[in-house]
């Protein structure tokens, strides 16, 4: 597509990280035969029959969200979520879908156990459509020299000289089982290996792409012959839709040159659902790409399960395993469980390069940060416990950054109300602050009201395990007896409206990792309470 700069008054819609995937994509022509985002009829046909309206293949939609719906012919400006402009679009139409019906039409289930499910519950129901005219190349820093279009990858899988192409698709490190499966696919089929793996948005609690790619490089660098393989990266947000994703990710190779392409067991599977079953059986998705393996024009090599002969000292495929054989195998639960206790993954499991850059990118659990986030009515004893928190881990020689309710209230959140939004509001700025500082492996305590149990699960959403909530239960009447600012007295007097407690409601929390009774104990009392828990969860040594 050529570019353009015409973007002077035009209204902004900033693309989230999904649909900022999904514009690389389609620019780049990877989503090919879709090169915009769809329209009401491709979208409706490729829920129902798994191609586009015209009848081409195209399993899963690409959808625009918006907000509301524009009127035909508006143009609006796609913006980067740091503000640039990217593209102009022509409105063409915007449609109402149903969540429900797209989460049965991918997934069979509603279940919203499935991440993809959850986020389309939780999203804008509308959709845009219409020309997308690009105003400047989308800006990537990472890994530029890995940055490859399809254009660019079927070049240089040519230029290596072998007839055939073998991609392999991943989202996770690959271990000393995977680089044995994909040798072997090579060999097999005499063909250069195209080392594929997902660096958009993946599956909540996958291994970040910066501490993946790193692996590969080094895996590709110094295990394959030169001239064997080749690395790209690919900017595609999984829906982690099983079958009909693994279909599109046939395609997606297709496009970039691939003639044969390894399915997994489970591909593109998100693990199990709410009742503790997975959502697809293990070779749905090897059995769909192979039904329409020929209208691709793609090979599907079945990726089979690769267990290790201890007295062999090598890989075989399990089904292939002699009698009587012992055999080793770790599964992805066993190595998060290692790095979250610090012990070395085996070297017959993983390369020493892999198992070093995982080791250095997750440090024990005991290494990392966490969130303590106090919720309760105003006077609880939140701000009290926190600093007792604070000092005692300031002790263990921890750094601490104390986010309080109402210090943040004085800055971060000044000019917001009281109003259900800007509390909800209030609440996310401290839960986005939280996770930074977590994400940096620094602790964050954090002291406000959070009366909302929907605000609070959402701050929960962006740290995960790091997140202990800790329920401050100390009875209203024991607060309005403390009442050291009058502000109970003056919401009684009517003087102050919209009060927790009094004349607006609080949530308590369903599950809180911590209740505390700070009427029944003394501050510090429950601090230690506090710290023994985190020993217990690993985040702090004994």
Known sequence: MPFRNDTAGLPRLGLGPRALDDYEMLLNGAFAPLSSFMGRADYESCLRTMRLADGRLFPLPITLPVDEALPAGTRVMLTHP?????????????????????????????????????????????????????????????????????????????????????????????????????????????????????????????????????????LVERHFEPGSILLALLPLAMRMAGPREALLHAIIRKNHGATHFIVGRDHAGPGLDSAGRPFFGPYEAQELVGKHADEIGIGMVPFREMVYLEDEDRFEEEHKTPPGAR???????????????????????????????????????AMQGFCVWFTGLSGAGKSTTANALRALLMERGRTVTLLDGDEVRAHLSKGLGFSRADRDENILRIGYVASEVV??????????????????????ALMGE?????????????????????????????????????????????????????????????????????????????
């Open 327 to 365: 055999v080793r195998s770790i599964s992805g639960s066993e190595v998060r469980q290692h790095l979250l206790d610090g012990r070395p993954l085996p070297d017959w499991f993983t390369r020493k390069e892999t198992a070093l850059i995982l080791q250095e990118a997750h440090p024990p659990r």
């Open 82 to 218: 740091g503000g640039e402009a990217l593209a102009s679009l022509d409105v063409s139409e915007t449609f109402e879908i149903d969540p429900e019906v797209e989460a049965r039409a991918l997934i069979s289930s509603a279940d919203t156990a499935h991440p993809y499910t959850r986020e389309l519950m939780a999203g804008p129901r509308w959709r845009a459509a219409g020309r997308l005219t690009p105003l400047r190349p989308l800006p990537r820093a990472d890994f530029a020299d890995l940055r490859l279009s399809p254009a660019q990858v079927r070049e240089r899988v040519a230029a290596l000289g072998r007839k055939n192409v073998v991609a392999f698709q991943t989202r996770n490190p690959l271990h000393r089982s995977h680089e044995e499966l994909i040798k072997r696919a090579a060999r097999s089929l005499e063909a250069t290996v195209l080392l594929h793996p997902v660096v958009g948005l993946t599956k909540p609690g996958d291994i970040d792409h910066f501490t993946r790619v790193r692996t590969y490089r080094a």
């Open 439 to 460: 994400r940096h492996r620094g602790i964050a305590i954090c002291a406000a009201i959070s009366p909302f149990r929907e605000a609070r699960e959402r701050c929960r």
């Open 466 to 542: 790091a997140f202990i909530e800790v329920f401050m239960d100390t009875p209203l009447a024991v607060c309005e007896s403390r009442d050291v600012k009058g502000l109970y007295a003056r919401a009684r007097a009517g003087e102050l409206r919209g009060f927790t407690g009094i004349d607006d409601p609080y949530e308590t929390p369903a599950s809180p990792e911590v209740r505390l009774f700070e009427s029944k104990a003394t501050a510090l009392d429950n601090a230690r309470t506090i710290l023994g828990i985190l020993e217990e969860k690993g985040f702090l040594r004994h």
